[in-house]
């Protein structure tokens, strides 16, 4: 149940840093959504979607670190993988794993491109 709350908090603030952000900025300047811009955002990200990426990216590098731990205390993770995953065939679940890995590459070296000033020097 916690990485299902994460992954959903994960897509919501990509969603609203890729697509929200620009329509909000558009139609509420001058509002509260200014301070959250100006404020909330610089001590978050820094206004560059390459930081946010990464700062996400470190979600996956806790997760596995927790996994790790407790699979060293003797925590059986099995039945919760395999929930998690069964969508996935079994012989196809590193292969998604890798296409993941392969997928967020691609995606951080398309935000470096974009991403090369601050989010608002390019309004």
């Not at 840093?17 to 978050?44: C, M, P």
């Amino acid at each position: 149940m916690f990485l299902i709350i994460i992954g959903i908090v994960t897509f919501i603030v990509w969603v609203y840093i890729l697509f929200v952000r620009e329509w909000l900025d558009k139609h509420f300047q001058g509002t509260w959504y200014a301070w959250w811009h100006e404020n909330v955002e610089d001590v978050l990200w820094a206004k560059s979607r390459t930081i946010l990426a990464s700062r996400l990216y470190w979600v996956g590098g806790i997760i596995i670190a927790v996994h790790d731990i407790a699979a060293n205390a003797g925590v059986d993770w099995t039945p919760f993988v395999n929930q998690l995953s069964i969508w996935i065939p079994e012989q196809y679940r590193g292969l998604a794993l890798s296409g993941c890995f392969i997928f967020t590459g691609i995606a951080f070296e398309l935000l470096r491109r974009v991403t090369t000033q601050a989010i608002q020097e390019k309004a």
